[in-house]
């Protein structure tokens, strides 16, 4: 379905006779804050289409067929990983990445299991068999876990061309233009100049989608998630793009081009004005402190290095420990990744969320029930709780590593009291244990995200058991609105600014503080400079973020007294549609 709003307005010739005329309107989600106008290019790969069945006979030439794309693929890889190791180390990981998922051991026995013993021809086992690795991790809820999608996808959109001996596009840009595409992979944007590429769109893809992160990266303005956007647009048709409100205007007249180049310009200033903000601590302009850390997932140096601008790690994901492996982690090798980010950060507080795993986040190592709800299901601490040897290996792990540096432990998915209880005599029981073996633990914290609605309404019992919390926002306000945040057919039931959420930021931020214990926000919300000061009228005195958030939260900060926010949090707490705490806000800040 084509996401189409046509707009009237008046052209120059046809305004004397009062006549009309239509410009089309596409809506997305806005991923990447911005404005620009400009011609528009589109980006669109070649499509694949595999071939079913071979005739019996042919599979010894179809292995040999495999092993020998597998290796020219691997080739590649590894030019374009050396080749950005030069300018851009983190990037060329990526490639890293994709060469242990061409040369990963179930991945190759399954496929050369259809083409051995179904008779499948080669490129349709490659195909089908990294689809089925791509229908479990594109369902992940875990933001940085579903985005690995992308790097599946990327490895076997090369596999299928070499196959094909198809050529590869690429993107090369000569003049600044608006990129289209159905989505960004990876090696889409690995040698891409972001000085020519005034905004995204693609027709998939979400917040926490690869491009997302690219634009957000770059700096550019990003549109996401628009239905039917190859067949709606034309190569070198004009555009202009507002991310902020999701729009893109196809063909739009002088004055609309000269409205948003002017918007650009002001964007671009406000982006270097709150780069200023950076390297100072976070004050209200009534000079009150507020606390923001940093979300880490992969405690990578290029991560790391935003940590003289924070005061702390508020959120260290641990899944990647896992998802990038082909057996479970160890303990010393879980042990020494957790000590390295805690001697970094020293004394400053590191919360490390445990492992977020679950039916809907595939390990291939572990046969793990399928599961028809999975975002209801088996994850997390649920998980932890059904597989008590790999939840304590990842906790004696952190309970060694504590002696390193400032350690908080918290417990994602937690809904009722019960689970608080069990978790926390769980990590008593490994505390005794390793005290029994004369091994050193250091001083921990131990707290837990909110991200069900159902502990949300018991924060005031919970305050009471943990010595801290963080506000997962994205799970909170998937659960809190019934709608998938990684299904774009529901994107607009996804509201952050739902005046619900709000509610209940207000309650568990009221409860939390009462008991004198910290209430930080994780989540894109707390991200969002256009919720922090409501945030702040509401309580809320720590914030979390990615480093490409920092300097702009800090400088709506710097922005607010805290009169004012709570001026305005009472104002967003009487009103009743998203659409409305958006409007009141964008018109106030």
């Keep these: 379905m084509l996401t189409i709003w046509l707009t009237a307005g008046k052209s120059k010739k046809a305004a004397n006779k ?46 040999e067929k495999y092993q020998l794309i597998k290796k020219q693929a691997k080739e590649k890889l590894e030019k374009i990983m050396l080749s950005m190791e030069k300018h851009d180390p983190e990037k060329a990981k990526i490639f890293a990445v994709h060469q242990d998922i061409a040369d990963d051991i179930i991945i190759n ?59 590869d596009e690429g993107l090369s840009l000569t003049e600044p233009v608006i990129i289209a595409a159905c989505d960004l992979l990876p090696s889409d944007t690995a040698a891409l100049d972001k000085n020519k590429v005034l905004a995204l769109l693609t027709e998939t893809g979400g917040v926490t989608s690869h491009s997302a992160i690219i634009a957000k990266s770059y700096g550019i303005p990003a549109i996401l998630g628009i239905q039917g956007l190859l067949n709606a647009v034309k190569q070198e048709q004009f555009a202009a793009v507002d991310s902020n409100a999701g729009t893109v205007i196809l063909d739009p007249d002088k004055a609309t081009i000269e409205d948003y180049n002017k918007k650009t310009a002001v964007f671009i200033l406000e982006r270097m004005e709150a780069d200023t903000f950076l390297s100072g601590e976070a004050y209200t302009a009534c000079k009150e402190r507020i606390e923001v850390g940093l979300n880490i997932a992969n405690a990578s140096d290029d991560e790391l290095a935003a940590s003289p601008y924070v005061d702390s790690v508020g959120l260290f994901r641990t899944e990647f420990l896992y998802m990038g492996a082909k057996a479970l982690p160890a303990e010393d090798e879980q042990f020494a990744v957790y000590r390295k980010v805690l001697e970094h950060f020293g004394q400053r507080p590191v919360t490390l969320r445990t492992l977020d795993i679950g039916g809907d986040k595939p390990l291939s190592y572990l046969n793990l029930s399928h599961e028809d709800n999975p975002f209801l299901g088996n994850r997390a601490l649920r998980f932890c709780f059904s597989h008590p040897e790999i939840f304590k290996t990842q906790i004696r792990a952190c309970l060694r590593a504590s002696v390193y540096g400032n350690l908080q432990i918290m ?26 073996e004369s091994l050193k633990v250091g001083e921990i914290k131990t707290g837990i995200m909110i ?100 300097a702009a939260v800090k400088r709506a900060i710097a922005s607010s007294t805290v009169k004012n926010a709570e001026k305005m949090a009472a104002k967003v707490l009487e009103l009743t549609t998203a659409a409305e705490v958006k409007n009141y806000l964008s018109k106030n800040i």
């Design 18 to 63: 009062g006549s009309l005329f239509f410009n089309m309107v596409l809506r997305g989600i806005g991923a990447a804050p911005g404005f620009a106008a400009g011609k528009i290019h589109i980006h669109k790969k070649t499509c694949i289409e595999p071939i079913e069945r071979i005739d019996p006979g042919g599979e010894e030439r179809q292995l």
């Design 411 to 436: 417990l994602p998915m937690v809904s009722s009291l019960d689970d608080i209880h069990m978790a926390k005599e769980f990590i008593r029981t490994v505390i005794n244990d390793m005290k029994k």
């Design 451 to 550: 991200e069900i609605p159902s502990i949300a309404f018991l924060a005031d019992h919970a305050a009471r058991e943990v010595d801290f919390a963080s506000i997962g926002s994205n799970d909170l306000c998937q659960y809190l609105c019934a709608a998938d945040r990684m299904n774009s057919a529901v994107a607009p039931y996804y509201q952050s600014y739902h005046p619900a959420m709000f509610r209940l930021i207000k309650e568990t931020a009221a409860a939390f503080n009462n008991a004198g214990k910290p209430l930080s926000i994780c989540g894109e919300l707390g991200a969002d400079p256009l919720a922090i000061p409501v945030l702040i009228g509401l309580g809320m005195r720590k914030f979390s973020m990615a480093a490409a958030s920092v």
């Design 109 to 167: 026995e399954e496929i050369t299991d259809k083409i051995k013993n179904e008779h499948w021809a080669g490129d349709w086992a490659i195909y089908q068999v990294y689809e089925t690795c791509l229908s479990m991790v594109r369902k992940a809820p875990d933001p940085l876990i579903a985005q690995r999608a992308a790097d599946f996808e990327d490895v076997r959109s090369l596999l299928l061309r070499l196959w094909q001996g198809i050529e």
